[in-house]
């Protein structure tokens, strides 16, 4: 009789370890997506702007961390809001503490004579983690132009300032009063280094701060060390750095004000690129960890294809761990996450070069050449050999994608240093 109590014990702590284990509120069961301010229900995409497309994401828990707010609106939001041209919200109330909930989320179309504000929907689900955060079951879109909208909130306005860098309590004066000389404003991230060459530029320029989530550079012409520390304002989303002079000692007296500056010199920041060039990041859209562009990465049947009809003509660059340029060799159908993959006919450009070329459309029905069916004009610029951007324009039909790197994910069981061939054991 014991031996069957401990055993019933057992089963039951077993069953409640698996119930645990499923709970999407558990960091291990659902996708943290961080940053995402441009989700805000009150950011409007700007003319040109790349919209944001939720057609590719997998289907699964996902929770969202953003100086924006963290949840999907519970009304209607109109066209271009949220950073994309359909905004899609949540038709309903969100769940009370530790309920799940089933959801509908509506896609704004402002062409419809039906119900404008809900006029597509997705089945999806929200479950409340103990009061402290909402994690969200989502699908992915049946069209481009659609995104989930996430938080309210947006940047401070240039020249002002918040604790996060985000309204609310955004108001002018704080940090460094009266010596902001200039506050650009890059929605795609601003390193330290882009924003030092900019304070190189401005011979006014003392210091400068990145902050906002790294996506604003404001040149100051004052450093923070004070004797009147109420000047300032703990920005934790803040890095304050001052101008040090090629050849010359720091510039500020010795005193004891502590200063929370780091020093940049001249010597490591002199600026790379001109302001407009397109390898300035200011200059080209990054597009990060695209590697289902991988020559090698097959589509998978029924998987959505990856569709370039929607981008914006413009520069970019790549960033993904199956590599960063154009395949330059023909590829063969269903390959680059896509069904007819796009390859440059050409080389790629030595250093510092700019090149004009062609990208090839692969067609298997073609009565032509099928690697060249379709050809789109692009260009090619060399940034002193650490990247490569490129000038590309929307394609002229779906299911057509620009093919990018060659390595994939490494089998199961396997893993490398990032995860992707080669090297995995």
Known sequence: MNRHFAVCVMLVAWSKSIAGELDPCDPSNHVLR?????????????????????????????????????DIPTYCVLPNHCGTTWPIW?????PTKNQEIDAIAC??????????????TYNIKVKNCNDEFNVYYLVATDGCSQAYCVGTEVNC????????????????????????????LQPGGISKIECAA?????????????????????????????YDRRLLVDDAASQHYTKVLRGSADVRAS?????????????????????DDPCNSSNHVLRKDEWRR???????????????????DGWYRFDSPAGNDMSTSCVLPNHCGTTWPIWMNGTLPTRSQEINAKACVYNLFSSKDQCCDRSYDIKVKNCIDKFNVYYLVGTDGCSQAYCVGTEVPCSPGENSTTGFTPGCV
């Open 157 to 184: 306005p240039l020249g002002e300032y918040s604790n996060n860098g985000f309204t609310p309590g955004c108001g002018p004066g704080k940090y460094l009063p009266d010596h902001v000389l200039k506050a650009k």
């Open 198 to 226: 900019e304070c190189l530029r401005n011979d006014l320029c003392v210091s400068f701060n990145v902050r906002s989530d790294n996506t604003v550079c404001e040149l100051n012409s004052a450093e923070d060390v004070t």
């Open 34 to 70: 961080k940053g995402e301010w441009r989700r805000s229900v009150n950011y409007t995409k700007e003319s040109g702007e790349a919209a944001i497309c939720d057609r590719y994401m997998d289907e699964g828990w996902y929770r969202f961390d953003s100086p924006a707010g963290n």
């Open 107 to 120: 896609v704004y179309n402002l062409f419809t004579i039906e119900d404008p504000c809900c006029y597509k």
């Open 294 to 312: 991988s020559v090698n990465y097959t589509k998978a049947s029924g998987e959505a294809a990856i569709c370039d009809r929607y981008i914006d």
């Open 255 to 275: 005193t004891d004000v502590p200063s929370t500056s780091g020093e940049i010199s001249t010597d490591s920041l002199t600026p790379e690129f001109g302001p």
């Open 90 to 94: 949540m038709n309903g109330s969100l």
